[in-house]
């Protein structure tokens, strides 16, 4: 068979030879590809003391990328000195101080060490970004997420902070609480919609938060907040808004945990409280106006009086402290409910009083001090 030949006398190549040089370039090409990224992708170890945004901190390397994991080793103190800092993952077993400035983590932290927040912001971004334990306490000033991309928090510690804020305009994200951890926050917890459909969640699962004051943003039917327990507990110390909207479900029960509200409540929907039975809703301020919801047990605590108007209950509903019911009691449903008292001082019943009394629960007296 004669071999074909082009015109400057080089053997031509088949279809099926071309075939197979495109396929192994191609997997050459990937290679390649991954091996740059491997080598872009590494980890800078701080080995010296100096500013985040000095090369000599990280032994003459560049300064760290948001693809490059951090170390910093024992005995060494490294001070964000400039906006922009940024890692992949997080290890510090020296002394890492934010002074003004933030810091951007898209993986795992980890502190073994000693973190001076100062007033900056630690912003978590991703969906691997991860506060873990460590020897060290995870004590933050601002915690937050960004505006994009996609981004989970997991808290696999026990986590204080000022505040906490998901950014406005920041895709669908979430933050959950892992096991029985907690998060403590003395001023702010923000939960804001997403700009595009989606939700933004915070799971507190079977752990807890406690904060100085709540406030989530305006919902639609597509793009809202949703907090949801199943064991575990939220207490708001301060002011609670929940802007209302048509997302309606602001707090969802999937066990017997409990939601304290410490303070005033305001905004929200008939739908803001979607009770599992065993939950415990309680208001233990004064003089507040409650959300309008169905509840299993309801306790109203704290001293004033108490607007129930538009709310049902089905389990228990308890009357502590100096507190009163104002005008409408919340309406009986089922026929296991139960009334109690434990107030400090006499009470005389009110509108809770249903007539005829059918709640199989019956009445509770567990007056510390007065009478019924």
């Given amino acids: ?132 334990a460590g020897s060290g306490s995870e004590n933050f000033n601002a915690i937050a997420t960004p505006v994009t991309p996609a981004t989970t928090l997991t808290l696999n510690a026990s986590v204080t902070a000022a505040t906490l804020t998901t950014v406005a305009n920041s895709v669908a994200l979430s933050i959950v609480i892992t096991n029985n951890n907690s998060l403590t926050l003395s001023g702010l917890l923000t939960l804001v919609r997403p700009a595009t459909n989606g939700t933004t969640t915070l799971n507190i699962g079977s752990g807890s938060i406690s ?68 939950s415990t809703i309680i208001y233990s301020g004064a003089v507040q106006t409650i959300y309008q919801g169905i509840y299993t047990n309801l306790t109203l605590s704290g001293s004033g009086a108490k607007t129930t108007t538009g709310s049902s209950v089905s389990g228990v509903l308890s009357i502590e402290g100096t507190a009163t019911i104002a005008g409408t009691a919340p309406a009986w449903t089922g026929s296991a409910y139960t009334l109690q008292y434990k107030t400090t001082d006499t009470h005389a019943a009110g509108s809770e009083w249903p007539n005829p009394f059918a709640g199989s629960g019956g009445v509770i007296i567990a007056n510390t001090a007065g009478s019924v």
């Fill in 211 to 278: 904060c100085g004051s709540y406030t989530s943003t305006a919902t639609s039917s597509t793009r809202f907040t949703a907090v949801t327990i199943s064991s575990g507990s939220m207490y708001v110390s301060g002011a609670t808004a929940t802007a209302s909207g048509a997302g309606g479900v602001k707090f969802t029960f999937t066990g017997a945990g409990t939601l304290n509200f410490g303070g005033t409540v305001t905004g929200g929907t008939t739908a803001a409280i979607t009770a599992f039975a065993g």
């Fill in 1 to 132: 068979m004669t071999k074909q030949m082009n015109i400057s006398g080089s053997r031509l190549i088949s279809g099926k030879m071309y075939h197979r040089i495109l396929k192994r370039t191609v997997v050459l090409f990937v290679v390649f590809l991954v091996s740059v990224s491997l080598a872009n992708a590494v980890t800078k170890t701080a080995s010296v003391s100096g500013n985040w945004s000095a090369t000599a901190t990280w032994g003459g390397a560049a300064v760290p990328t948001s693809s490059d994991d951090v170390v910093i080793n024992s005995g060494v103190t490294v001070t964000i000195n400039a906006t922009g800092a940024t890692c992949a993952g997080l290890t510090n077993n020296g002394i890492l101080t934010t002074t003004t400035f933030g810091l951007t983590v898209s993986g795992p932290w980890v502190n073994n060490g000693t973190f001076n927040p100062g007033t900056g912001t630690v912003t978590f971004s991703g969906t691997s970004a991860a506060i873990n």
